[in-house]
Nanobody, 117 residues
Framework: QVQVVESGGGLVQSGGSLRLSCAAS????????TGWYRQAPGKQRELVAT???????NYADFVKGRFTISRDNAKNTVYLQMNSLQPEDTAVYYC???????????WGQGTQVTVSS
């Protein structure tokens, strides 16, 4: 059974930092690509950052230079380091793992990030 579990969300003041973690189980994590997405109230879910199994990264323009995605295959975990947080970063952040060869994908339940001004 595949499980994807995010953690690390919370309330932070504008300009602050948070690190999100996403732990996957039930898969050979090293062969899966990973990504972080977010959904603010009343808005569609949007891509934040992706990190492929080969180490390629992609960031949304609105987080470039502020957020960093990384992974530790030994811990089956992908991280999102978020710096210089702004109120517009407030959203539920979701982790997704994807196996490109088969297009299998699994989502976590999300973790709330709230940035106060």
């Amino acid at each position: 059974q595949v499980q994807v579990v995010e953690s690390g969300g919370g309330l932070v003041q504008s300009g602050g930092s948070l690190r999100l973690s996403c732990a996957a189980s039930g898969v050979i994590f090293s062969i899966w690509s990973t990504g972080w997405y977010r959904q603010a109230p009343g808005k569609q879910r949007e891509l934040v950052a992706t990190l492929t199994r080969t180490g390629n990264t992609n960031y949304a323009d609105f987080v470039k230079g502020r957020f960093t995605i990384s992974r530790d295959n030994a811990k089956n975990t992908v991280y999102l380091q978020m710096n210089s947080l702004q109120p517009e970063d407030t959203a539920v952040y979701y982790c997704k793992i994807l196996r490109a060869m088969t297009m299998e994908a699994y989502w976590g339940q999300g973790t709330q990030v709230t940035v106060s001004s």
